[in-house]
Structures are given as C-alpha cells and as structure tokens.
C-alpha cells in the first residue's frame, strides 16, 4: 500500500523558514512527478511546487525565489525548503506522488507564520 507521510510543518515567525519533507512507502516502481499543494482556510487547494523525475522543477508565482523542492529518488523523498515566510504562506501543505498516472496524498502538514 502506497503511503505517503509529511513532516517538518509547524510555528514560525515571518520572515523565518521551515523545511517539508515526505517520505513514499510502500512503492515497488519508480515514482513519477512529486510535489506540494496547499490549502489555506477557507481557499482552494493551490499548487506550491513541482519536481518531475529528471529534477525539472515548477513553483507558483507566489513563492518562487523563496521555496526551493528538491527530491531524492533513492529515498522517494520530496522536500520543500520555506525561506522569507509570510503570513499569507500559513496553509496545510500536501505532499503528492505520481505513480502509473494515479495520484498519492499524504496527510498534510500544517506551517502557521505568525507576526
């Protein structure tokens, strides 16, 4: 059973950083496409960051030049390394992996920024 666990959310101060990580188990192939996705309350779930396989990566406009994603395949392992955080960056995030077209959630993790 795929399992896909996140770690590494909790309490910072603005302008401080934090750093995500999920960890895919129970995987016998190579994973495609990784990433993260947030949601704040009451917003819809946006996309943060991408990483495919071959390490091309995406950001969202609104955090690029401050999250980096980085994965390490040996691992299954997706990051997310937050610097600069903002309050509007306070959000559930999820880890996602793509494996044989189908999608794989974790649990989220919740990164609060306070002032």
């Known amino acids: 059973q795929v399992q896909l666990v996140e770690s590494g959310g909790g309490l910072v101060q603005a302008g401080g950083s934090l750093r995500l990580s999920c960890a895919a188990s129970?995987?016998?192939?190579?994973?495609?496409?990784m990433g993260w996705y947030r949601q704040a309350p009451g917003k819809q779930r946006e996309l943060v960051a991408t990483i495919t396989t071959g390490g091309t990566t995406n950001y969202a406009d609104s955090v690029k030049d401050r999250f980096t994603i980085a994965r390490d395949n040996a691992k299954n392992t997706v990051y997310l390394e937050m610097t600069s955080l903002k309050l509007a960056d306070t959000a559930v995030y999820y880890c996602y992996a793509m494996l044989f077209a189908r999608s794989y959630w974790g649990q989220g993790t919740q990164v609060t920024v306070s002032a």
């Open positions: 129970g995987i016998r192939f190579s994973i495609g496409a």
